[in-house]
């Protein structure tokens, strides 16, 4: 993990306070513990907080191009450099380095800003280009690694992996945005494109964003789309072996390290096939990490500890007490903006055990959302087709009258609690997939906020985040439909 941030002069009137940018390059020094660097020039200012994990000697951040003109801070990984190096050699670039972050600044040079797509990795990174006076901001697919900008009144952009960065600027507004409000108290995360500030947003994943002097700023372009194609030609066991094929690429590329390595390991699926592709793939026991409960009711280390065992990694195991509640605090100013998932305790200290062991650590987040993993796509999939029975003009009344009408019983067995399925059943699919995952239900936030708030909200609604990134989706198929909305929204701002 390292970080990024800086500040560019939109109109050209402006130079850089170097001050200013080191106070916000050193928020975030805990991204990036083993080095930092700035670059200043007029009216730009590029800052990077190092994690060293490839080319520990001669990566070091602010990277340039061959004359200097082309200059680039970045956070990630870009898992195909390798393969990008000897064909960006033939087209006549030469390399000093042998980091992935010098591959972007010469594939900027030989691919412009369609250099992204090229790009098979997590990534957050800003490059300035001196000839064309344009400084080009992009974010991976599925935003694994976050950015966040700001342009100020006097045109100043800013621009940061953390909100703090931009908050050690005194020009950033702190006006709280109340529709930010509103989808953290329904979702419990700000989604993207918002923050909690007015003033600053969020860079969407598989965006770019393209600020020129002189020039008023764009709206981000995306660059990239999940695709939701099913392949027919494939049988079962076909498939399984392309998705072994592919796991197997996958972790490759991402062991690719020269700094000690691990994984996150829970004991569910998505870690267990993490963890059982590095150990084929490492001549070495991999490192495991997992985290305990002193409740037996969400305890699971038991399961942790047979997959190590299965794959003789060298496991590493600590618990999560009743004292650990302490880390709140912490957990808001590494969050930045109001963030309420439970899990956030586990990862923190799940994280730090793994720190003593290993730099970099592999997760198999993304698995339910890729494989359909999770309870609520049964129950969702079981509603919709009793929804495709009746029209919503039927389902909405008789259903919406049960829901209202029907008790609240969650001490009773489940066949009894359709509450909530009526409920349900009585909205169309993104609604009821909307209501099936918010934290605090519609009516809930309606008593919770005042008059005067909900005159400031003027009428917006969460829900219209889900209906956002439903319209961009193509598909019949509504496993797809609710896969595509995790994938834009609680993978995103939540996990």
């Known amino acids: ?14 130079e850089v306070n170097r001050d200013l940018l080191h106070r916000m390059n050193e928020s975030q020094h805990h991204r990036g513990p083993d080095e930092g660097g700035l670059h200043v020039e007029p009216g730009v200012g590029l800052g990077h907080r190092r994690l060293s994990i490839i080319d520990l000697s001669t990566g070091q951040q602010p990277l340039f191009n061959e004359d200097g003109s082309v200059v680039v801070v970045f956070n990630g990984e870009i898992y195909n450099f390798q393969e990008l190096v000897p064909e960006l050699e033939a087209l006549g670039h030469v390399f000093r380095t042998r980091s992935d972050t010098e591959v972007i600044v010469h594939a900027w040079e030989a691919w412009g800003q369609a250099c992204v797509e090229r790009f098979r990795g997590m990534f957050a990174f800003a490059l300035w280009d001196r000839n064309q006076k344009t400084l080009f901001l992009a974010r991976d697919r599925l935003g694994v690694k976050p950015l966040f900008y700001a342009l100020l009144p006097d045109g100043q952009l800013l621009f940061g992996s953390e909100l703090k960065s931009l908050m050690a600027h005194p020009g950033l507004g702190r006006e709280v945005d109340p529709c930010a409000v509103e989808e953290y108290f329904a979702l419990g995360y700000v989604a993207e494109p918002r923050t909690i500030f007015t003033s600053a947003k969020k860079l969407p994943p598989a965006h770019t964003l393209v600020a020129r002097r002189g020039q008023p700023l764009p709206e981000p372009r995306e660059y990239w789309d999940a695709q939701f194609t099913l392949n027919q030609r494939l049988t079962v066991a076909e498939a399984s072996e392309e998705l072994v094929v592919r796991l197997q690429e996958s972790i490759r590329l991402r062991m690719i390290s020269e700094v000690p390595l691990g994984a996150f390991l829970s004991g569910g699926v998505d870690s267990s096939a993490v963890v059982a592709m590095m150990a084929g793939l490492s001549s070495e026991p991999v490192n495991t990490c997992s985290i305990a409960f002193t409740d037996p009711q969400f305890n699971e280390a038991q399961f942790a500890q047979q997959v190590a065992d299965r794959y003789q990694t060298r496991h590493f195991v600590d618990t999560v007490e009743s004292d650990d509640f302490g880390l709140i605090d912490t957990l808001a100013w590494l969050y930045d903006e109001p963030y309420a998932d439970s899990s956030a305790i586990p990862t923190y200290r799940v994280c730090q055990l793994a720190r003593q062991h ?47 009408l029907y008790p609240k019983a969650d001490w009773a067995p489940r066949v009894f609690r359709a509450k909530t399925t009526f409920q349900a059943l009585a909205k169309d699919s993104v609604q009821a997939y909307f209501h099936s995952v918010s934290i605090l239900r519609d009516e809930m936030r309606q008593q919770l906020f005042s008059d005067s708030f909900k005159a400031q909200l003027g009428g917006y609604d969460a829900l219209e985040v889900f209906r956002r990134h439903a319209r961009c989706v193509e598909t019949d198929d509504p496993l797809a439909l609710i896969q595509y909305l995790d994938l834009k929204t609680y993978l995103v701002g939540d996990i």
Do not use: K, N
């Open 1 to 14: 993990m390292c970080g990024i941030t800086g500040i560019f002069d939109t109109r050209g009137r402006c």
């Open 358 to 404: 290993v730099t970099v650590a592999l997760s198999g987040d993304g698995g339910d959302e890729s494989f359909g993993g999770y309870r609520r796509y049964r129950l969702h999939l079981m509603e919709e087709r009793l929804r495709s029975l009746l029209p919503l003009g039927v389902r909405q009344p008789v259903f919406g009258l049960l829901g209202r």
